[in-house]
């Protein structure tokens, strides 16, 4: 006699299958994404900060815990230079790819933080979804984390993108991409000291 899976078998597979596809089981690359600070006066390239930063868990609406729709980030910055540097949490802002800036993380560490000489931070933040905006409006295929650094008073914005994984090829990335930023004097002349920043990805979890 031929053997038929029984109802409660079909229905597990099916709600099993379907739920693969809800918003918690998304995964993004490069895990973590890298930034690098460098001073651009320096002739030896010195780094003077390192940033890492991964997207963690998608999490649905919680009705029972009353916590909406989020994306978890954790950002871990270390200082290489020979002054301080600080990072205000605050400055922490999260980007869809349509350009949807989520609303202001929960952090785990709200308060400024200033690190010496070989210091490292570690901050979590979860962003809720965009005010007014149903999850399935949100394109969730790419992702923008901000920040900005202080070093000796002057700011110093950053930035890294994250792709969600696709699982039907393996993948790669590219060389890291450099650019530079610094400021100048009221008659056009460069400061004396600038940044450069760089991005780029080793596979790693957390």
Do not use: K
């Not at 918690?24 to 690098?36: K, V």
């Not at 916590?67 to 400055?91: F, G, H, K, Q, Y």
């Not at 349509?98 to 570690?122: C, E, I, K, M, W």
């Not at 930035?159 to 696709?166: A, G, N, T």
């Amino acid at each position: 006699m031929p053997r038929c899976s029984s109802p409660p078998l079909l229905l597990s597979l099916l709600l099993l299958l379907g739920g693969c596809q809800t918003y918690s089981s998304l995964s993004y690359e490069p895990a973590p994404a890298e930034s690098i600070l460098y001073a651009a006066a320096a002739a030896d390239g010195r780094v003077l900060a390192r940033t890492l930063v991964s997207i963690g868990a998608v999490h649905d609406a919680d009705p029972d815990a009353n916590t909406p729709p989020a994306v978890d980030v954790r950002i871990m910055v270390e200082n290489t230079s020979d002054r301080p540097i600080t990072l205000d949490p605050a400055t922490l802002a999260l980007v869809s790819g349509r350009l949807h800036a989520f609303d202001p993380p929960f952090l785990s560490q709200p308060n400024p933080v200033t690190l010496g000489p070989g210091q490292t931070t570690t901050v979590d933040a979860t962003f809720p979804f965009p005010a007014g905006m149903p999850p399935s409006a949100v394109d969730m295929r790419q992702l923008l984390v901000r920040w900005t650094l202080d070093i000796d008073g002057q700011a110093a914005p950053d930035s890294v993108s994250f792709q969600r994984r696709r699982y039907s090829y393996p993948s790669y990335w590219h060389d890291p991409a450099y650019w530079h930023f610094g400021y100048r004097h009221r008659h056009g002349h460069h400061g004396h000291y600038g940044f450069h920043v760089g991005f780029g990805s080793f596979d790693h979890c957390w």
